[in-house]
């Protein structure tokens, strides 16, 4: 039996450690799946795939599996922390306004309060200080399985501490709002779960 193209190779993922014709079968498919091209540029693959600019949509198990080819695939493997730790651009007033609505369907706090947060903030010189990379989605779509797999995989590409915004200092998000916080407002309990046992923290944003 081909279990990834029965249950889908994101959802066999754990089996690979039981089994190394499962764990073959994995990088197989991973190959020869690749991910849906993305529109702009290779590093923003798996903002495409989770639905930015928009959040909480809910994610197909086809969007799960593209996730997991992106950062299994070979052909990924240079994009791979690019990827990881790209980010939406919030620095026009438009994308501040559409980003600020697509989060109030999705907070599990009073809509004042996102506006509070996600506003747009002249005085700060910029625009937003918000800047959303892939983990980000994946919250507020409340996929802990997909939190689960970028956090996995920013640990193995040595970005793990820039992802979870501790000591960020590089990639123009340093003053990004701590993914832990950002699912305290509009995560489930499972993906907030996942952040903790990462070892992801509240910053000063």
């Known amino acids: 039996l081909h279990l990834p193209s029965l249950l889908g190779a994101s959802r066999c993922a754990p089996m690979a450690a039981a089994s190394l014709a499962w764990a073959q079968e994995l990088r197989t498919a991973a190959a020869l799946a690749g991910p849906r091209a993305p529109a702009v540029a290779p590093d923003w693959a798996l903002l495409e795939v989770l639905g930015a600019p928009r959040f909480?949509?809910?994610?197909?198990?086809a969007a799960e599996d593209a996730v997991f080819t992106i950062l299994s695939a070979p052909r990924t493997c240079k994009h791979r922390g690019a990827c990881l730790l790209a980010f939406e651009d919030l620095s026009e007033y438009r994308a501040v306004v559409a980003?600020?609505?697509s989060l109030k369907a999705v907070a599990k706090v009073p809509e004042a309060v996102v506006d509070a947060l996600f506003g747009?903030?002249?005085e700060r010189e910029k625009t937003n200080a918000?800047?959303?990379r892939p983990i980000h989605f994946a919250i507020a779509s409340s996929a802990p399985r997909v939190a689960g797999m970028l956090v996995g995989a920013a640990s193995r590409e040595g970005c793990l501490e820039q992802m979870l915004?501790?000591?960020d200092t590089q990639g123009g998000a340093e003053?990004?709002?701590s993914p832990l916080f950002f699912a305290l407002l509009f995560g489930s309990a499972d993906v907030?779960?996942?952040?903790?046992?990462?070892?992801?923290a509240c910053n000063a944003v």
Not at 56 to 61: D, M, P, Q, V, Y
Not at 192 to 200: D, T, W
């Open 165 to 167: 915004q501790r000591g």
């Open 120 to 122: 747009p903030q002249v």
């Open 56 to 61: 909480g949509a809910a994610l197909s198990e």
């Open 99 to 101: 980003t600020r609505a």
């Open 175 to 177: 003053q990004a709002m």
């Open 130 to 132: 918000f800047a959303p």
């Open 192 to 200: 907030v779960g996942v952040l903790r046992r990462a070892g992801c």
